[in-house]
């Protein structure tokens, strides 16, 4: 559930210095987190036009949604005002951040804790309609021995499972290898993560325990069936948790460069 990192964009794109050992960007369960260059030309052009106006908190928030115009084809009003955090600890991240094995209610409290309710939880999730996992994330579901027998997780499809299998070979180095978490539009940001876990096709223990979980199943069906039904709620909860841990006013700052404080 990394779309949790959402919460705290003042905070994710600060690097490790000497006064700051532990950033949240060095911590495990981010490894996969890219793209800093974007935000980082953004960040020079409105620099050079607009100096000290424009945070980096704002600027990821921006970026995330006009992500979603690109490849979901559909967009939401995004507030203004950030400004960015004055620290960064890995902590927070191991704190806040549930791991792809997580059981939902586990997942509901992590959620609840940051003011995002169950309803919240399901519609961001289908933000794993794009993106990748490291292999790492969800081996256990290929491999696991019973009785000296290697057997695979019956959540699975197993023909799916043997799919991922080829994608995750058990001698290659599972935290640096990686599998879409949507085999089917990868590329595209619609319903078809919720179509996938009616199939057993979930990548992430996690995420397919949205299908077969009382508290989260009938929200599932609901948007696999209805499409506009999803983009509002997910466009709902994109805006409310964008709200979250917002500084405003004299609070923090807007940094000069993203990677430091002023």
């Not at 996969?32 to 990821?60: Q, Y």
């Not at 950030?82 to 951040?97: E, G, I, K, T």
């Not at 399901?122 to 009785?147: K, M, Q, T, W």
């Amino acid at each position: 559930m990394l779309v949790l990192y959402l919460a705290a964009t003042h905070q994710i794109l600060l690097d490790k210095t000497p006064q700051n050992l532990d950033s949240k960007k060095d911590n495990f369960a981010n490894p996969l987190l890219r793209g800093f260059e974007v935000i980082d030309d953004a960040k020079s052009h409105l620099e050079s036009s607009c100096p000290n106006t424009v945070s980096c908190a704002d600027i990821l928030a921006f970026a995330a949604r006009d992500s979603v115009a690109i490849v979901g084809q559909f967009t939401y009003a995004v507030p203004g005002g950030r400004r960015d955090s004055l620290v960064s600890h890995a902590v927070n991240v191991s704190d806040n951040v549930p791991f792809p094995t997580s059981d939902i209610r586990f997942l509901k409290q992590r959620f609840e804790k940051q003011g995002l309710s169950l309803r919240d939880m399901v519609a961001l999730s289908g933000a794993h309609s794009i993106g990748v996992a490291p292999c790492n994330a969800f081996s256990e579901r290929l491999y696991f021995f019973d009785d000296w027998v290697n057997k695979t997780d019956p959540s699975l499809d197993p023909k799916f499972a043997a799919f991922l299998k080829t994608k995750c070979p058990l001698d290659s180095r599972l935290s640096e290898i990686t599998a879409d978490l949507d085999n089917v539009t990868p590329n595209q940001l619609d319903v078809q993560f919720y179509e996938n876990l009616k199939r057993k096709m979930g990548v992430l223990s996690s995420d397919q325990a949205l299908e077969t979980d009382p508290l989260t199943a009938a929200t599932v069906r609901r948007y696999r069936r209805n499409r506009t039904v999803w983009m509002r709620d997910f466009s709902k909860s994109m805006v409310k948790m964008g709200k979250l841990q917002v500084l405003t006013r004299t609070q923090g700052e807007i940094r000069r460069n993203c990677h430091f404080k002023n």
